[in-house]
């Protein structure tokens, strides 16, 4: 008797988030990010004006303290910390 329960498929790569650099994307992508980063996350803590931190937050990824992921699994891509 053999123990299979040790073998873990592997993760294919191709279905792994990855990170896109800002300055690959035009700029009314990035912006859309930025908003959706702001109300997304702002707008959870009953900011009234959460659109309000978009320079704040388009900042934050100009110096890389926020990246753009990219989920190949989703097709989606959004604003977070770097790994």
Do not use: I
Not at 36 to 42: A, D, N, Q
């Amino acid at each position: 008797m053999s123990d299979d329960t040790s073998k873990q498929p592997e993760a294919d790569p191709r279905q792994e988030k990855f990170v896109v650099p800002a300055d690959l994307l035009a700029e009314d992508q990035l912006l859309g990010l930025v908003e959706e980063y702001c109300t997304r996350y702002h707008g959870l803590n009953e900011t009234e004006q959460p659109l309000a931190e978009r320079d704040r937050v388009l900042g934050a990824v100009r110096r890389g303290e926020l990246v753009v992921w990219f989920d190949p699994v989703d097709n989606a891509a959004g604003l977070g910390v770097p790994a």
